[in-house]
């Protein structure tokens, strides 16, 4: 009887570290936004600013319509990663203008 009680209270300890974890891994996730339904788009541009880093704002006309999720180098330029907003895609015109500003840009400011 004492085996099983030990043997018992070690599955328990198991069990608890185990939960522990996956809620860290959870909390994680959730923080990186691995859950939340986005469209996935590639900008290519030629001027990039010298302030605009990962998880910048996608705005346009003022409204925040996604993300940066990533910047890759290219020699003439940049690609970014953009992560929009589902809802918002629809208010995103193909032809649009696609001047990148850093997060200090005023709208009074010009901006390539």
Do not use: H, W
Request: with cysteine.
């Amino acid at each position: 009887m004492r085996r099983t009680a030990k043997l018992r209270q070690r599955l328990l300890g198991v069990a608890f570290i185990a939960v522990i974890v996956a809620s860290i891994g959870l909390t994680i996730a959730i923080y990186n936004k691995q859950f939340t339904p986005v469209v996935m788009v590639s900008l290519r541009t030629g001027v990039i600013g010298n302030q605009l880093l990962p998880n910048s704002d996608v705005k346009v006309r003022g409204l925040v319509v996604g993300e940066v999720r990533g910047i890759t180098s290219a020699g003439d330029g940049a690609t970014l990663q953009l992560a929009l907003n589902p809802d918002m895609v629809d208010l995103v015109p193909s032809t649009s203008p696609r001047g990148c500003c850093p997060r200090r840009c005023s709208a009074r400011s010009t901006c390539p």
